[in-house]
C-alpha cells in the first residue's frame, strides 16, 4: 500500500469524530419531555464551587472554532463527577455562557443547568431536534434539521426562520451566518434581532462546513483544491479573497480555525498545517507534520495543536503558529477521536478509551482517567469539565 492510499484509508476512520461541529441536531430516536434529575454521585465527590466565571458559548468555544478556552484551568488531577443531570432524550454538545450549561434534545428540548449544581433553571420545546445551541449577548440560537429558533435567557421564544438545506451555521457577535446549499449555493447572513437576511453571497461547489469567523470576516471552508478558505466581508458580504477557488480536486480539509489574523487548516492526504493571513500582522506557511494525517486542530494564545495519525509518531503535536515549527510532541493520546480541547495551561485529548491531559507547555503528561462517562465533546469553564453522553450531562471536577 502506498502512503497515500495508507493515509486515506486512517483518515477515514478518523474523519467520523474530528470535524468542527456542522450544527447538526443529535441522533437518535425522539422521546417525549422528561424533567431532568440531578444528583451527586461518587466516593470522592469535589467540592462544588463558589461561582463560574469564565464560558464555553459555541461548540468549539468561540467564532474562530478554536477550541481554546484560555481562561479555563484543567483539573491538576483525573476529575471526578461533581454532579450529573439526566433525560431520557439524546444530548448534543454542551455549552456554557453565563453560569449557566445549555444543551440541545432530540426530543426537542432545550435545558439550562447551574453550571455549578447542575440544577435545573429552565426547559423549552423548539418542536424538533435541538442541535447545540449557540449563545451570543444573553441570547440562544438553536438549530433544528430546517429551522433555527431564538430563545431568551429565560427559554421564551423570539423567534424562528426556516433554513432549508442549511450546512453548517455560526452565531458571532455580529450576526448568524450558514450555507444554503439549494441550486444557488450561498453563504446566508441573518440578524440576531429577529432572523432577517442581511446578506446573501453566492458560492459554487466545491464548499463544506464549517462556517467560522474572525476580524470582521466570515469563512467557509472550500473543501477543493484549495486549503484556503471563501472569505467575506461580515457587515456587507463582499468576496474578499483575491482570487475564487478552482472547481474540482480535493485536498481533503478536516479541520481550521482561525486566530489572531490567520486563518489555519490541516490536510489530510498531504499531512501538511497551513496557515494563510488575512489581515495584516496574520501569518502565511505550510508545513508538514511528521508525514503524518492531521486529523484536528486547536489553536491557543501561543500554540497551535493538531492530532495526527502517520507511522512513525501519533498523538499531539504542538506547533508553532508563527512559523509551524513542532514545539513539541507527545505520544500520551493515541487513537484520539476529537479535537483537542485547549486550557491556559493544558491540552486535554479524548480518545477511544480515555481522557488525557498533558501539559501545554512541553506535552507531559499530567493525569489520565476512563471515558466511559465522557462524551466526545468537551467543554473547559474554570476548572469544570462539562460533558453529555448519551442522555446525560456532567461536570467533572
Keep these: 500500500m502506498n502512503r497515500r492510499s495508507l493515509l486515506a484509508a486512517i483518515g477515514t476512520v478518523g474523519l467520523a469524530g474530528c470535524l468542527g461541529d ?60 461533581l454532579w450529573r443531570a ?9 455549552v456554557v455562557a453565563d453560569a449557566t450549561v445549555y444543551v440541545g434534545g432530540d426530543d426537542g428540548t432545550v435545558h439550562a443547568l447551574d453550571a455549578r449544581t447542575g440544577a435545573m433553571r429552565w426547559q423549552a420545546s423548539v418542536g424538533a431536534p435541538a442541535g447545540t445551541p449557540r449563545v451570543v449577548d444573553g441570547r ?22 426556516e433554513t432549508p438545506d442549511r450546512r453548517g451555521f455560526l452565531a458571532a457577535g455580529h450576526g448568524l451566518y450558514y450555507v444554503s446549499a439549494g441550486e444557488d449555493p450561498a453563504v446566508v447572513a441573518r440578524t440576531h434581532g429577529d432572523g432577517s437576511v442581511r446578506w446573501r453571497a453566492s458560492i459554487r461547489d466545491p464548499w463544506q462546513p464549517p462556517v467560522f469567523a474572525g476580524a470582521g470576516q466570515v469563512f467557509v471552508t472550500t473543501g477543493g483544491s484549495w486549503d484556503r478558505p471563501w472569505r467575506f466581508a461580515a ?38 498545517v497551513s496557515a494563510e493571513s488575512v489581515t495584516d500582522g496574520g501569518h502565511d506557511w505550510s508545513e508538514s507534520v511528521d508525514d503524518a494525517a492531521c486529523f484536528g486542530l486547536a489553536a491557543g494564545t501561543d500554540r497551535l495543536y493538531a492530532h ?7 498523538g499531539l503535536f504542538a506547533l508553532s503558529p508563527s ?19 485547549v486550557t491556559g495551561d493544558a491540552v486535554l485529548a479524548r480518545t477511544e478509551d480515555e481522557l488525557v491531559c498533558v501539559d501545554a507547555a512541553d506535552g507531559t503528561e499530567r493525569w489520565r482517567r476512563s471515558a466511559a462517562d465522557v462524551g466526545t465533546r468537551v467543554v473547559a469553564v474554570d476548572d469544570l469539565l462539562i460533558t453529555a453522553r448519551g442522555g446525560t450531562v456532567r461536570a467533572l471536577r
Design 323 to 341: 512559523d509551524g515549527r513542532e514545539l513539541w510532541y507527545s505520544d500520551a493520546a493515541t487513537g484520539v477521536v476529537a479535537r483537542p480541547v
Design 235 to 272: 457587515d456587507t458580504g463582499e468576496y474578499l479573497g483575491t482570487e475564487r477557488p478552482p472547481s474540482g480536486g480535493a485536498d481533503f480539509v478536516v479541520s481550521q480555525c482561525y486566530r489572531d489574523g490567520t486563518v489555519f487548516g490541516a490536510t489530510e492526504l498531504f499531512s501538511t
Design 140 to 161: 440562544l440560537y438553536v438549530p433544528t434539521a430546517g429551522a433555527v429558533v431564538a430563545l431568551g435567557a429565560d427559554g421564551a421564544e423570539r423567534w424562528r426562520v
Design 86 to 94: 439526566s433525560t431520557e432524550a439524546s444530548l448534543s454538545a454542551p
Design 22 to 81: 456542522d450544527g447538526s441536531t443529535p441522533r437518535g430516536s425522539a422521546s417525549s419531555p422528561t424533567a431532568t434529575e440531578t444528583s451527586v454521585t461518587g466516593p470522592a465527590t469535589p467540592s462544588t464551587p463558589a461561582s463560574v466565571e469564565s464560558s464555553w458559548p459555541h461548540p468549539t468555544h468561540d467564532a474562530g472554532l478554536t477550541n481554546a478556552a484560555p481562561a479555563a484551568t484543567a483539573p491538576a488531577d483525573p476529575p471526578s463527577e
Design 308 to 314: 495526527a495519525e502517520c507511522v512513525d509518531r501519533t
